[in-house]
Nanobody, 119 residues
Framework: VQLQASGGGVARAGDSLRLSCVASGRSFKNLNMGWFRHVPGKEREFIAASTWVGSNIYTTSYSDSVKGRFTISRDNAKNTVDLQMNNLEPEDTAVYYC??????????WGQGTQVTVSS
């Protein structure tokens, strides 16, 4: 699966941004998709996931650091998974990546998108 994230930019604290990730290379419907972020010098951090549980049913999960502010959504017709980020904080500054989440690990990392939040 090839992944391309986009939508990053510069924002002020309290602003909103919407990131999008398009996947190609295989059927998207039953893929578990996640968003992650990386700050240089720190471990890559899990942010949100959209998990397929069967049929057209998905569950979502979030890290405590973004719960209530970020929302993950997907459009299977477009092979996209989005991350709506509201009430941004300077601590949200990072490079954001999407990835596929398998039972035995993550897929290959694609190109991320930089988000910079000023106070």
């Amino acid at each position: 699966v090839q992944l391309q994230a986009s939508g990053g930019g510069v924002a002020r604290a309290g602003d909103s941004l919407r990131l999008s990730c398009v996947a190609s290379g295989r059927s998207f419907k039953n893929l578990n998709m996640g968003w992650f972020r990386h700050v240089p010098g720190k471990e890559r951090e899990f942010i949100a996931a959209s998990t397929w549980v069967g049929s057209n049913i998905y569950t979502t999960s979030y890290s405590d650091s973004v719960k209530g502010r970020f929302t993950i959504s997907r459009d299977n017709a477009k092979n996209t998974v989005d991350l709506q980020m509201n009430n941004l904080e300077p601590e949200d500054t990072a490079v954001y990546y999407c990835n596929t989440m398998y039972s035995d690990g993550l897929g290959a990392w694609g190109q991320g998108t930089q988000v910079t939040v000023s106070s």
